[in-house]
């Protein structure tokens, strides 16, 4: 692990690929050590960076894990060695997940010691409308890029679609108005 005390830390919105790739491998380098295989499903910003090439960047990993604790406390030693942000890894995605836990290894990169899965696009897409985060300032995050980014990949062609996919995952009296009003939105705007 990189433990040099000069270095300055990484901005909270800095976790790039390579950023993301070293922390993980890092993260398998120590499982290997301690002889533990272990599984990260990815979602969120660090899919759009890793599977897609969708973007440049994350705040931070969003995961499921296992071993839980000892993954938690690994990401805690190599986050402070390679100055990421505190919780660079963190679960806290477990409260916005669906019944329909749809997973694949995708098009992500693979370690020795470490298993990388992530929601199958619809359910990444279904997810990012559920939570239509907006932005507004450079400050606050925005799913509408990742929004479109998937409902282009996934060649859905009306608003109609793209609400019924996210019913495919969520049950329809928990879908968000805004949900909706963004969706809707974005084909009446054109951007999709």
């Known amino acids: 692990m990189n ?4 270095k300055n830390p990484r901005p909270a919105s800095a976790l790039d690929r390579d950023a993301i790739l070293a922390a993980l491998q890092a993260l398998s380098d120590e499982l290997a050590r301690l002889q533990v295989a272990g599984e990260l499903c990815l979602f ?10 969708a973007r440049v960047s994350t705040k931070d990993v969003d995961a499921l894990f296992q071993p839980a604790a000892l993954i938690r406390k ?17 679960d806290g995605v477990k409260g916005f997940l ?13 370690f020795p010691h470490l298993r990388l899965t992530m929601p199958v696009p619809e359910y990444l897409l279904a997810m990012k409308c559920m939570a239509a985060r907006l932005g507004g300032t450079t ?25 019924d996919l996210v019913a495919q995952y969520y049950p329809a009296n928990r879908i968000p108005v805004k949900t909706q009003y963004l969706i809707e939105g974005l084909f009446e705007e054109g951007k999709v």
Do not use: C, Y
């Not at 690994?74 to 963190?90: F, M, R, S, V, Y």
């Not at 669906?98 to 693979?110: D, E, F, I, M, R």
């Not at 409902?151 to 793209?162: A, F, G, M």
């Open 139 to 163: 400050d606050e995050p925005t799913d509408v890029p990742d929004i479109l980014f998937l409902v282009r990949k996934l060649e859905l062609k009306s608003s109609p679609q793209v609400l």
């Open 44 to 53: 969120g910003g660090t899919v759009m960076v890793l599977a897609f090439a």
């Open 98 to 110: 669906s019944a329909n836990h749809a997973v694949t290894a995708g098009n992500l990169p693979q």
């Open 74 to 90: 690994l990401a805690d030693e190599i986050g402070t060695a390679q100055h990421l942000p505190k919780n660079w890894l963190n």
């Open 3 to 6: 433990s040099n005390p000069t």
